[in-house]
């Protein structure tokens, strides 16, 4: 997989692996240096530097964070970032018993406000944050549902989707129960997958002659949690919703940019939940107000904004390593208008978000036309899913 996606990628830029100076290679379950062991063995042996990246769900995209840095800040004209991930079956588990879980915090708060129930603990965090929401703003729980309904559809139209089945609002609801209100369709499936983005300077995208495909990554942010994550017993909180609201606020500021002025989103929907309070934390809507959003049918074709048009990690999937690249993949060819029949009517402006528990969110704005010699290109990008 993972050597599909980088062979992918540079073919699209119609570069050769030599001309990859570094490369940032996400994975979350492996052993130490698979980076190395996957590029070795699919693209060639260089002897450029090779760094693994682990960061929970925001993996992909903090091997993205961290190729761009070494771009924007000079160290390379032209950076590979890939991602990969082969899952084992069932919910996820923490791999070592034998010492403290590192979101244990983040736990202690879903226990001590509703409780801990023999049931996988991913779903019960965010079914937590949406029991949160609907005590606090009356949300009726079949707008989690809508969401999936609408991801499912997007799906049929993602050759890359690990389902393409189009469901009825009543089969979503009525699907398996996994927790609580959250049925088994508006929960991310087990995945295995891999993507990749050639990350370059303007001068190099100029030098290769790749201005016809190239996108600019016009802001990104990184952040962490908060004391607020942990002081204020709000799951909405333990879930990232102030890593993620700050993180884009600073986004916008940085490219001069409003939500409004934003065409086509892919964000963390690894519950319908999510994606739900997403909506509020990236400033799409007043806090309170997503459920207005979805009447307004500003989540998709015809409205406002077209969120997950891939399908999102609920129908394309979310191999961990992978996806944060995989929504870079997506973003890019809605840019460049080559999204195929999702494709988002004159796409100019995109935004990423891609969120890990315990925790990081990324967020990324990508537009057309480089401006910047100091902004790195996301020039090729390539995704697969099995």
């Known amino acids: 997989m993972a050597k599909e996606a980088g062979q992918k990628a540079l073919a699209d830029a119609g570069i050769p692996y030599s001309a990859v100076e570094q490369a940032c290679v996400g994975y979350v379950y492996g052993d ?66 034998d010492r403290t879980n590192p979101i244990d915090k983040h736990l202690e708060i879903m226990i001590n406000k509703y409780g801990l129930a023999s049931a996988p603990v991913a779903p019960q965090m965010f079914a937590s944050a949406g029991k949160e929401h609907m ?17 499912h559809s997007h799906s049929t139209n993602n050759p890359y ?27 991310c499936p087990t995945s295995n997958g891999a993507a990749a983005a050639i990350l ?16 600019e990554i016009l802001a990104q942010v ?23 609201k700050k993180a884009a606020e600073k986004c916008f500021e940085i490219a001069g940019l409003k939500p409004t002025d934003v065409d086509v989103i892919e964000l963390h929907d690894c519950f319908s939940v999510n994606e739900l309070i997403t909506y509020e934390a990236l400033g799409l809507c007043p806090e309170g107000k997503a459920c ?36 870079c993949a997506e973003l890019c060819w809605q840019l460049r208008g ?11 402006v995109a935004l990423q978000h891609n969120l890990g528990i315990g925790g990081a969110a990324v967020l990324t704005l990508y537009g057309r036309s480089p401006r910047s010699q100091h902004r790195p290109c996301c020039g090729c990008a390539s995704q697969c899913s099995c």
């Open 32 to 97: 130490s240096t698979c980076g190395q062991r996957a590029i070795y063995h699919g693209l060639g042996l260089t002897g450029i530097p090779i760094i693994n990246v682990n960061n929970n769900c925001a993996t992909g995209s903090t091997a993205l964070f961290m190729a761009r840095q070494l771009v924007e800040g000079g160290l390379a004209d032209c950076v590979l970032a890939l991602g990969f991930e082969r899952m084992a079956k069932g919910s996820l588990n923490s791999g070592f018993s």
């Open 135 to 151: 005590e606090k703003y009356g949300t009726n729980p079949e707008y989690f549902a809508k969401i999936a309904w609408k991801n």
């Open 161 to 187: 989707s690990q389902f393409q089945k189009e469901y009825t609002l009543d089969e979503v609801l009525n699907s398996r129960k996994i927790f609580d209100f959250l049925t088994v369709l508006q929960c």
């Open 200 to 215: 370059a300077s303007e001068e190099f995208v100029k030098r290769h002659q790749l201005q016809p495909k190239a996108v």
């Open 222 to 244: 990184m952040a962490t949690d908060y004391p607020s994550t942990f002081e204020e017993n709000s799951c909405m909180k333990m879930v990232g919703y102030d890593m993620t």
């Open 292 to 327: 207005e959003l979805i009447d307004r049918g500003d989540n998709t074709y015809g409205g406002k904004w077209v969120i997950n048009p891939s399908g999102g990690l609920i129908s394309k999937g979310h191999p961990l390593g992978a996806t944060g690249l995989a929504q």
């Open 338 to 348: 080559l999204a195929g029949r999702r494709q988002v009517p004159g796409a100019k």
